[in-house]
């Protein structure tokens, strides 16, 4: 059964046509990637299916649910959590804080401008932000202001943010973006590790060894189209992959 279901989706920029009749399904409870050279619409093609750029034509099914004209927020609270290129935290909060807000927002929706408040008074949200601080090696770390982290615990900060909305399908744009080699490895750990949750995880990833690591099936994108798509065995030895990935050189 597919989770998510993209159906002839268009965006142009002006007279740039970023996306070019992308039809995409992911199945329920896989780890599908989306490769493709830099300009080829990956990070369109995934803002699209979380509400920050609505598709000029086609439509975004999450289930039977329509994603599409939906703000980000919406999206969020039926289950879909996206972490993003660069991690977006809070970063004059404590760890602790930044997991228990959108453990609050998931709950509340538009919660009011006090949430500090809330969070004192709150032991239910405070236990579950520790666990999922816990699951990600963060609990020691809960009260220190998360802008004084590693770029490593920084992703893996936002990860927890996410896991704590309990999503049903995890978008990930380059998690591993800046990382060192055992930062990346560690995070493909964390990524394996919760994959036992049963969550289903769109990558998008230029490292090779991530998306060879995770993905079950993958997706290959070149000027905002759709140009292949399978195991990641067969991907990695097709020609029209090498080409427009890597001008010919293999992978």
């Known amino acids: 059964m597919n989770?998510?279901?993209?159906?002839?989706?268009n965006k142009s920029f002006g007279g740039l046509k970023a996306l070019n009749n992308v039809n995409f399904a992911v199945e329920d409870g896989t780890v599908h990637a989306i490769i493709g050279p830099n300009g080829a619409g990956k990070s369109t093609f995934l803002n699209c299916m979380i509400g920050?750029?609505?598709?000029?034509?086609?439509?975004?099914?999450?289930?039977?649910?329509?994603?599409?004209?939906?703000?980000?927020?919406e999206i969020n609270q039926v289950g879909v959590s996206r972490v993003f290129q660069t991690p977006e935290i809070f970063g004059d909060l404590t760890l602790l804080e930044?997991?228990?807000?959108?453990?609050?927002?998931?709950?509340?929706?538009?919660?009011?401008?006090?949430?500090?408040a809330m969070m004192n008074r709150d032991g239910e949200t405070r236990d579950k932000a520790l666990h999922m601080l816990e699951d990600v090696?963060?609990?020691?770390?809960?009260?220190i202001v998360a802008d004084s982290l590693s770029r490593g615990d920084k992703r893996r900060l936002e990860l927890a943010?996410?896991?704590s909305q309990d999503p049903k399908l995890l978008l990930l744009d380059e998690p591993t973006a800046g990382m060192s080699r055992a930062d990346t490895n560690n995070t493909i750990d964390l990524l394996q590790r919760i994959g036992d949750r049963g969550i289903t995880k769109v990558v998008i990833e230029h490292d090779m060894h991530v998306v060879f690591s995770l993905a079950k099936k993958v997706t290959v994108l070149a000027q905002g189209t759709?140009?292949?798509?399978?195991k990641p065995?067969?991907?990695?030895?097709?020609?029209?992959?090498?080409?427009?990935?890597?001008?010919?050189?293999?992978?």
Request: proline share 6%; charged share 25%.
């Open 3 to 9: 989770i998510l279901t993209v159906e002839g989706v």
């Open 52 to 73: 920050r750029l609505a598709p000029d034509t086609g439509r975004v099914m999450f289930g039977d649910i329509s994603l599409t004209g939906l703000k980000p927020f």
């Open 98 to 116: 930044n997991v228990m807000i959108p453990i609050l927002a998931k709950r509340d929706g538009e919660f009011s401008l006090q949430p500090f």
């Open 137 to 143: 090696g963060l609990a020691e770390k809960r009260d």
């Open 161 to 163: 943010m996410c896991l």
């Open 226 to 230: 759709i140009i292949a798509e399978g």
């Open 233 to 251: 065995e067969d991907i990695k030895g097709d020609p029209r992959v090498q080409e427009a990935y890597l001008g010919g050189a293999h992978l």
